[in-house]
């Protein structure tokens, strides 16, 4: 059998997972058998979670779609708002629960402050990652691409940026979530919600300082930590106006 040759073009920003010298160029490539578009594309570098359209010579495919014969490949990212074969998208999900690997600690921060339910241990390996996300039906953030191409994987994403406030816009808008900001309304230690608790109850537990100039606090119904807007509040406040700024653009 001659070898099927396959040219793949990556659009919007999936030329993140190729090495710098090919991109924003068509790339080559030469299959000694017939081969699964998703297999294709991976060996290329892009996991599947971050692929939301595959059109083979000009005709949307699902993954499993077999390449037999020279095939020219488009592949498309998650892009809010983009219009084409709208009933062919491959990432269809509404997930608004993630999982995230240990190295985007930030991150999970971040996502909690804004209400967000994020399952996230400092500890955990893969499999557990993995487990976490299929029993809990959570998208997997990470930014171990080979993790992210497991065929367990339904939905995922690799943020591009190192900076945990960059990630954070990022994920918001992948998962298009700013409609969906709740501020203040989680736990960022332990991932549970937050509930308001007047002064009297807590008034054992509170410093002298925080007694007199505090009056709105709330409970963690997890770990039972307390919350009130402190001095460093209006700060997060800032960071958090930034994100949302950075994330409607
Ligand atoms: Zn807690």
Redesign the pocket.
Known sequence: MNPISVRLNLHGDLDFFVRSGTRGRWIERSLGEKTSVKDVIEACGVPHPEIDLILVNGQPVDFDCAIAGDADIEVYPVETGSTIFKNKRLQISTDRAFVLDVHLGRLARNLRLLGFDVAYDPNAEDRQLLCTMKSEDRALLTRDRRLLMHAVVRTGYCPRSQNADEQTVEVIRRFDLLGSLAPFTR?V????PLQMVSKTEIIERLEPLTKIYYEQFRR?T????IYWPGSHFSKLQKRIEQIRMNSNR
């Open positions: 736990c230690r332990c991932n549970a963690c997890g770990c039972s930590q």
